[in-house]
């Protein structure tokens, strides 16, 4: 089978995780050839089988870049929070127009397209969460694809992941932790190491978001403050919700 990494307007922290799989790469390379991948490669081709896809369209081009690459591959997998969310780069979508002007003269050149998540322009067959992707999920999602079985997203909170590892609540010592809505997966990387979830996966899909910003509020965070919380990872997708908080 032949794979290809792809990079849309991003860090290209995900490409390097790519890298970063250092040995395992060459159990991946027994069942797939890596065909197409800037970072490493000379020569790049096209078709693939899988086309791994970080980053989000932030330009024509990479919107018809994009759309090519659906059409050239059997499967395609959106790459990291960029590509699942729309991430970071969707944050100049919380922007007004006016406020855009005031501080670019005009949304910004090189951004002329609001950043939306792949699925806004394409099919997207698989979500690898985070920022970056975890390596691991990556590895299950191959060896879900080589044995023919299914592969499952995580529907539960960080908060579980975070209370099976025994860690002390940070929410319950007055920090703004993301972790009741946000997809596990991660293994509560963050809570594990002392520090408040940001959200990096995202929201899964029967997180009570109201709920969670009902709690934040009463432990004493102001709206502006979770409105820049939910914003960061997040904000096309949990728009409206920002939306209803800002009018409350
Ligand atoms: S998800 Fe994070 S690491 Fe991956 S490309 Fe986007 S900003 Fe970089
Ligand atoms: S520290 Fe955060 S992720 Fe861990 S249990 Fe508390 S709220 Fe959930
Ligand atoms: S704990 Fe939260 S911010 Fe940290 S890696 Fe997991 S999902 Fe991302």
Redesign the pocket.
Same mark, same amino acid.
């Given at each position: 089978m032949k794979i290809g990494i792809f990079?849309l307007s991003?860090?290209? $922290?995900?490409?390097?995780?790519f890298l970063n799989l250092e040995e395992k790469i060459l159990d991946l390379l027994k069942h797939f050839g890596i065909e197409n991948f800037r970072l490493a490669k000379e020569y790049n081709e096209m078709p693939v089988d899988i086309a791994f896809v970080? $980053?989000?369209p932030t330009n024509r081009e990479e919107i018809l870049k994009l759309l090519k690459i659906r059409k050239d591959c059997n499967v395609l997998v959106a790459?990291?929070?960029?590509?699942?969310t729309g $991430?970071?780069?969707a944050m100049v979508n919380t922007m007004s127009k006016k406020e855009a002007m005031e501080v670019y003269g005009g949304f910004p050149p090189e951004m002329p397209v609001d950043p939306k998540p792949l699925d806004y322009y394409v099919d997207v067959d698989y979500h690898l969460y $985070?920022?970056?992707?975890s390596k691991e999920e990556l590895m299950e999602l191959i060896t879900s694809i080589i044995l023919g079985k299914k592969y499952k997203d995580k529907e539960y909170s960080v908060c579980v992941e975070c209370s099976l590892r025994e860690n002390n609540c940070l929410l319950d010592q007055g920090y703004l932790c993301l972790g009741p809505i946000t997809r596990g997966g991660c293994k509560a990387l963050c809570p594990s190491n002392g520090k408040p979830c940001l959200g990096?996966r995202g929201p899964y899909e029967d997180a009570n978001i109201k709920g969670h910003i009902k709690v934040l509020q009463d432990i004493g965070f102001s709206k502006e403050e979770i409105i820049e919380a939910l914003s960061l990872?997040s904000y096309e997708k949990l728009k409206e919700v920002i939306g209803w908080l800002k009018e409350e």
């Open positions: 990079s991003c860090c290209e $922290g995900c490409s390097v995780q970080e $980053g989000t790459l990291g929070t960029c590509a699942v $991430g970071v780069s $985070g920022c970056p992707f990096c990872f």
